[in-house]
């Protein structure tokens, strides 16, 4: 259960994680900060930066229209300055704060503060503390619950993985020759980890600003040498590296995105979605034989 629980957490977050949007909230005066602390917190208002007497600068990672809703008719909250108070949403054109959301900022339980982490230390101390017996237990396994245990031992490695290893990814522009297909672009995107693409204008032609997941030396010397590529910005060209100046982007990167196999587009998806069956598996062919023998009955 601990592992299908890391298994499940790692799953919607890496599915689910986008850049928060920023918002700003004008409180009235007199509110105490142990309220407007409450109110951070039962709002998803996260990371606060004072701009001006009682307005703060705000990542929100709730978006629920209801959330939101409710936020603009707190007593102690004058006014909410970048969303749509009619229909309680963040507009599409909203700027991107300085944290990240995913489906938990949203779920009933997993919203609160510190939810997460004490699910994950709990599972990870369950998992530390019944390995002895796992073990020994594995070794009387039959043969067909070794590819279960397997599966809890991938999605335990990966989630741990992610976990350990994450951090904001560095934002590169790169301009691409003119004539390129657009299909030849996207093969290209995804060969050397190039996420999330903004066009924009930076001195030279068609250039456009992406995450880049890998910033090893030789995928950066690879780009380079592109004949598609015309030119890039924020790389050192002679050191093969990102400049130490470069901003970051709006997505994040893990060790995963630096190793050969796990690297190539879609590769992690699919092992989580191939060890999520093979652990449901036995529970489908439980049901079936149960409902089986409920009809012969």
Known sequence: MASIVLGALAFAYYFTCEPAFEIAVTWREGTTRLRRSQL?????LVRGRDIAD??????????????????????EVAAVHGVDSETGTVP????YGDGWMWIGSQLPVLRQRGAVPVIVAGCVAVLVLSLPAALGFALRLPRPAWPQLLASVVLIGISGAWYATWEAAPAVSIGWAEGLAPGHRRTLERRFRLTLPREQDEGFDNPVEYDLLDIRPENIRALIEQPEVADTGRIDRAG?????????????TWIGNRIP???????????????ALILVYPAAQALVRARRRHVAT
């Open 40 to 44: 951070e917190r039962q709002h998803g």
């Open 54 to 75: 009682w307005t703060v600068w705000y990542d929100i990672v709730d978006v629920r229209p209801g959330n939101i809703g409710a936020l603009t008719r707190q007593a």
């Open 92 to 95: 599409p054109d909203a700027p």
């Open 240 to 252: 093969h590296r990102i400049l130490a100046n470069a901003p970051f982007g709006r997505g994040g």
């Open 261 to 275: 196999v796990l690297r190539t587009y879609g590769v992690v998806p699919a092992i989580i979605v191939g060890c």
